[in-house]
């Protein structure tokens, strides 16, 4: 399949999430999702590959995937995005900091609450946004059928899947989102996870280690 978007994935501190930056060869808009905690190099990267943010989009509101994005909007005036069932989380930052000893970074309130099946626009480049609960009550992927790809967030890693002890996460609910959610989409879809490599549907259906059809 010839990529219809520009696409740049790269693991960000302090825990390594994986941070995309997606953006319309035509339009040059672009949405980053998930900046972690490294505004600079983001902005960076997407200066060097000429891209103008319109929007932040979140998987979740865990802190190793949201820290920067207070910064990220003051530089780029980016609508910050996320599921309003994890919006208790968000607010929640420096309890989360505290806890896994991180320093802890003010972030704005989002300003847009993404919905199940929501049609999300970058210049000419459409994502459908997917309901995921589970890992957290708010976790959202985010498919690009034009490319074959979804960002999965910490709901499904290659081979295994996001952890469902922490606030808000459920073992049974995570189940259901990866089968009936993930699982319904093209067996060669890219799946970008929210740390570690990427993977594909049909190879998760087949060698996952928790759920396979
Ligand atoms: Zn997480
Ligand atoms: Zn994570």
């Known amino acids: 399949m010839i990529p219809t978007m ?4 790269f693991s960000v501190p302090p825990l390594g999430c994986n941070c995309s930056i997606i953006g319309d060869p035509v339009t040059k808009q672009a949405i980053v999702v998930d900046p972690g905690g490294a505004h600079e ?4 990267e ?3 590959l000429g891209l103008t943010v319109t929007h932040i989009l979140h998987t979740h509101a865990h802190f190793d995937h949201f820290l920067a994005s207070g910064e990220m909007k003051k530089a780029t005036g980016a609508t910050i995005c996320l599921h309003r069932d994890d919006l208790e989380l968000w607010k929640n930052l420096e309890m989360q900091c505290q806890m896994f000893g991180v320093a802890y970074v003010p972030v704005p309130l989002p300003e847009y609450w993404i919905k199940d099946e929501e049609k999300l626009l970058v210049g000419q480049i459409s994502a459908i946004a997917i309901h995921t609960p589970g890992h957290t009550p708010g976790s959202m992927s985010f498919h690009f059928p034009s490319d074959n790809m979804v960002v999965a967030g910490d709901t499904l890693f290659r081979g ?3 952890r469902t002890d922490l606030w808000g996460g459920d073992f049974d ?3 259901r989102s990866i089968r009936e959610r993930l699982y319904s989409l ?3 879809t890219t799946v970008v996870t929210g740390h ?3 993977t594909e549907i049909g190879v998760e259906k087949e060698s996952n280690q928790f ?3």
Request: proline share 4%; glycine share 8%.
């Open 6 to 9: 520009i696409r740049k994935t």
């Open 41 to 44: 190099r983001i902005l960076r």
């Open 46 to 48: 997407v200066q060097q």
């Open 160 to 162: 295994s899947i996001g």
């Open 173 to 175: 609910t995570i189940e």
């Open 186 to 188: 093209d067996d060669a």
């Open 196 to 198: 570690g490599p990427e």
């Open 211 to 213: 759920f396979r059809l």
